[in-house]
């Protein structure tokens, strides 16, 4: 659908259609639609074109963001008192809240087609299970231990699953992805190529194309080696991953300033390619931060022979980090249960969660409490996070705090198992699930 021609009473039908039945209670249509169509229309006025070049339409996007839109990423009076038995500090997972964002997510692309969503952040082969039901088949894993679960998850649920291993395995981790898609022959999975020199598998390929990032992948501008490494594909050439995840600051629209000129060379190097012949089927672009911005992309939501594909992963969770996105409109749907277990001086209380249990590498604040705004988290040692108490009330020793990370997808893989629960399906209930993807094998079977 183009967003740049169509009015808003349009858009609205259109994504009430392209989304899952599910998404038609409502709740659903109270809040999270609307929200969503808010959001379309920020987009479509992104790339508006002024003689101060390209800009968003102030008063419309005003417009467009309602407040009453809105939804609160955290519940308001969420019960910690359900864990007063449980040992600190555990991960929580809101099952609940996973569908929901579930549910935007495939909203905010326009239906699940154009999501090649990454499980690095979900983990969990009950959140995999909560992805395949949503009916999200193509994904993006990092390691082997991702793919290996992610694939058992598809075959459980009797679907054909399509894989993208976007890491640049070697040696043998490449042999041991041969291995595991060979395991599941009724998946298809592709991995990464950047040279001519790794295709000793019968794997389909995208060439990785360094967008700016400067982490893998061929320079964007070296055309001729993104051509070379197509054509040594042949027939397993399926196209080419992109990912601009170095656009992850500023406001909306500093963000789209910062996407569209990267964009714009992904689709000149589509065109070259095109006109050399090639059959480029997918590229896939877009963690979280650029996930609108380049959903926003005239260009490339111009392509007439590509699917264009963004592989958020994050959002599935959300965290503090993504929460400064102020277009992205999803819940908390993990943290870390912690414990206060010191007031080692006026005005500061310690809680049990260090960088063991709260991933750190993300820059500071680690974490945040929402039901404790008046907290601020100081720098964590291994097991112990300060926080100043900067207003309100101090919490005693042995208080509970929700603590929301900043970076949750490797807060999650710093938990061996979590907490599961369902407010929706099970309020009464908790359960545990190991985090079955995390960390790395040391060889096959290594689970």
Not at 271 to 280: I, K, S, T
Request: net charge negative; proline share 5%; hydrophobic share 40%.
């Amino acid at each position: 659908m183009d967003l740049h021609a169509t009015s808003l009473p349009h858009f609205t039908r259109e994504v009430a259609r392209n989304v899952p039945g599910t998404f038609h209670a409502r709740k659903y249509r109270e809040t999270s639609l609307a929200r969503f169509v808010h959001l379309a229309v920020a987009c479509e006025f992104a790339w508006t074109e002024s003689a101060d070049g390209f800009g968003f339409g102030r008063s419309e996007l005003r417009e467009a963001r309602h407040d009453s839109a809105m939804r609160t990423p955290w519940p308001i009076g969420f019960d910690l008192g359900r864990f007063s038995d449980a040992l600190t500090p555990a991960l929580v997972i809101r099952l609940d809240a996973v569908r929901r964002n579930l549910l935007r997510m495939i909203a905010a692309a326009g239906g699940c087609d154009r999501l090649r969503m990454h499980v690095k952040s979900a983990k969990l082969r009950v959140v995999f299970d909560e992805a395949i039901a949503a009916g999200i088949t193509n994904y993006k894993c990092a390691t082997t231990r991702e793919a290996e679960c992610l694939l058992d998850a598809c075959d459980a649920a009797g679907i054909e699953g399509d894989l993208l291993v976007a890491y640049p395995h070697r040696g043998a981790n490449l042999r041991r992805i041969v291995d595991i898609a060979r395991a599941h022959p009724s998946s298809r999975v592709s991995v990464l190529i950047e040279d001519t020199g790794n295709l000793d598998h019968d794997l389909d390929a995208f060439v990785d194309v360094n967008a700016g990032m400067h982490r893998t992948g061929i320079p964007v501008d070296r055309s001729e080696l993104v051509l070379a490494c197509a054509q040594a594909a042949g027939e397993r050439f399926r196209g080419i991953h992109y990912y601009e995840g170095h656009v992850h600051t500023g406001t909306f629209a500093e963000r789209c300033q910062q996407a569209k000129p990267l964009l714009d060379r992904l689709v000149s190097l589509v065109g070259f390619l095109e006109d050399r012949g090639l059959d480029v089927r997918e590229v896939i672009t877009s963690g979280t931060p650029s996930l609108m911005p380049a959903l926003a992309h005239p260009g490339l939501a111009g392509l007439e022979r590509t699917v264009h594909r963004v592989s958020p992963g994050t959002l599935v969770y959300f965290d503090a980090r993504s929460a400064e996105c102020e277009e992205l409109d999803y819940e908390f749907a993990a943290f870390v249960l912690g414990t206060v277990v010191s007031h080692p001086a006026p005005g500061i209380v310690t809680v049990d969660a260090g960088s063991k249990a709260l991933a750190a590498e993300a820059g500071s604040p680690v974490a945040i409490a929402p039901d404790w705004p008046g907290l601020a988290a100081r720098t964590p040692s291994e097991e112990h996070l300060p926080f100043d108490v900067v207003s309100g009330t101090v919490p005693t020793r042995g208080t509970l705090l929700a603590l929301v990370p900043r970076h949750v997808c490797p807060t999650v893989n710093l938990a061996e198992a979590a907490w599961i629960v369902d407010d929706e399906r099970a309020p009464d209930t908790l359960r545990v699930a190991d985090v079955t993807a995390r960390a790395h094998e040391l060889h096959e079977g290594n689970r």
